[in-house]
């Protein structure tokens, strides 16, 4: 709730120039610096933003250094964040059946409840058969725990369809579908572990501080269209450029 009222706080201030822009206004530094600082932000938010984004990430190290640093508490225990990031790192290695043992020991209704997330660590266990070169191994894992939900899901069907043709060339990576060989794949898939454990654990699945720059951004686009402004150009350094007159 915090960052909702962040971003209202900082909507109020820029409507009320924008409501003066019918006229394409010309802002001037000046008052657009007057105007950002009579926008208060308190440095207890500020530092819960980072502390979500440290822990959402999985910086457990930098987390607790900043806890420290700060006073800021975070959501959850810092503990499961390693926890969470050794499952995470087992299937961007390609160990999925150890990330799948791992979110058992972790929390077994996690896989329990999401048969999604099960169908797709399966799947990606077929991959890295197929990536390994075990083509009975992986006919034979395709056979037997995987076809039988294709039987019950049309989406899970066609995605074991697309993978099993992965077998069909010699080399993979010419298959129409060998993008599921690429290291994306992996990383899509950890990414979907990662939002799982982060949900079973009552935290938010996406950090809100990319959420809150992309809203900076929006918020960016729809004033240019009233406004000439000291916009920012550079998210990096948040650096503001003078209008163009």
């Known amino acids: 709730m915090f960052l909702s009222r962040i971003v209202l706080r900082d909507l109020d201030s820029i409507d009320s120039l924008a409501s003066m822009a019918s006229s394409k206004k010309v802002v001037t530094r000046d008052e657009w610096e007057r105007k950002l600082r009579d926008v208060k932000i308190r440095k207890e938010d500020m530092n819960r933003l980072v502390m979500n984004f440290l822990v959402t990430e999985g910086f457990v ?23 969470r990031m050794e499952v995470k790192k087992a299937v961007q290695s390609g160990n999925v059946q150890e990330a799948i043992e791992k979110i058992n020991d972790l929390n077994p209704t996690i896989l329990d409840t999401n048969p999604q997330l099960y169908f797709h660590l399966q799947q990606q266990k077929l991959i890295e058969l197929i990536r390994a070169g075990k083509v009975s191994e992986a006919l034979e894992f395709a056979q037997e725990e995987l076809a039988p939900r294709g039987e ?33 794949q992996r990383l899509k898939t950890a990414s979907e572990v990662n939002a799982a454990i982060l949900t079973s654990q009552s935290h938010e699945k996406d950090p809100k501080l990319p959420s809150l720059l992309k809203m900076l951004l929006w918020t960016q686009n729809q004033l240019d269209e009233k406004a000439a402004y000291p916009r920012i150009k550079d998210f990096t350094t948040a650096a503001l450029e003078d209008p163009s007159i």
Request: overall charge negative.
């Open 61 to 83: 190290d930098a987390a607790d250094k900043f806890r420290i640093e700060s006073g800021t508490q975070p959501e959850i225990d810092l503990a499961t964040i390693t926890d």
């Open 152 to 184: 019950e899901n049309q989406t899970f069907l066609e995605e074991i369809e697309k993978t099993v043709a992965l077998l069909v060339f010699e080399d993979g990576k010419n298959c129409p579908y060998g993008e599921l060989l690429d290291v994306s």
